[in-house]
Nanobody
């Protein structure tokens, strides 16, 4: 069965950085587009970044362009999100997934 486990979240000061990881299993990871979405307190889901199977194409929400980088290591079945210059508006629970399924999320708090 599909498993998606996010990690790397935590408390960070404004202007700081974090690297989120997503360990995937139970499906052919290297054949799927992968995505990060987030949900801020009291708000809906927001698509953050997407990457194609071969790491040749990536898309980002306008709010994170230039600050976040999505990447993947297909040999390790792992998805990453590097975040720099974090602001209070980046506070959210971050989820990784293949669109049809999502992990449990990892909390990022910028304060």
């Amino acid at each position: 069965h599909v498993q998606l486990v996010e990690s790397g979240g935590g408390l960070v000061q404004p202007g700081g950085s974090l690297r989120l990881s997503c360990a995937a299993s139970g499906f052919p990871f290297s054949a799927f587009w992968m995505h990060w979405i987030r949900q801020a307190p009291g708000k809906g889901l927001e698509s953050v970044a997407s990457i194609n199977p071969g790491s040749t194409t990536a898309y980002y929400a306008e709010s994170v362009k230039g600050r976040f980088t999505i990447s993947r290591d297909n040999a390790k079945n792992t998805l990453y999100l590097e975040m720099i210059s974090l602001t209070h508006e980046d506070t959210a629970t971050y989820y990784c997934g293949m669109w049809s399924e999502w992990g449990q999320g990892t909390q990022v708090t910028v304060s």
